[in-house]
C-alpha cells in the first residue's frame, strides 16, 4: 500500500521543527521507513522533523533526512 496523507498528523509545531505521527495498520515499519515512502509530502517536512511512526508490526520513533530526489527516516542519535 502507498502513502496515506489521511493517516500523517502533526503533533506539534515549533521555530521550524514539526513532530509529526503517521499511523497505518496495513503497512509494516520496513515499508513506511523506505527511501521515498514520504515523498509525497516532501514539501511539509523539514530535514530533522521528527515522526513517529504506529505499524502493523512495531512502533518507532524516526528523523526525517530529505535530499534533492527522497525523503528517507533515520535512527534517532
Do not use: C, P
Request: net charge neutral; no cysteine.
Amino acid at each position: 500500500m502507498a502513502f496515506q496523507n489521511k493517516n500523517l498528523s502533526v503533533i506539534a509545531y515549533a521555530n521550524g521543527f514539526t513532530l509529526w505521527h503517521y499511523a497505518s495498520g496495513a503497512e509494516t515499519l520496513a515499508t513506511i521507513t523506505a527511501t521515498g515512502y514520504f515523498n509525497d509530502v516532501k514539501t511539509l517536512m523539514n530535514i530533522g522533523d521528527v515522526v513517529i511512526i504506529n505499524a502493523s508490526d512495531n512502533t518507532a520513533i524516526k528523523k526525517i533526512n530529505i535530499t534533492t530526489s527522497n525523503v528517507t527516516t533515520a535512527a534517532l542519535a
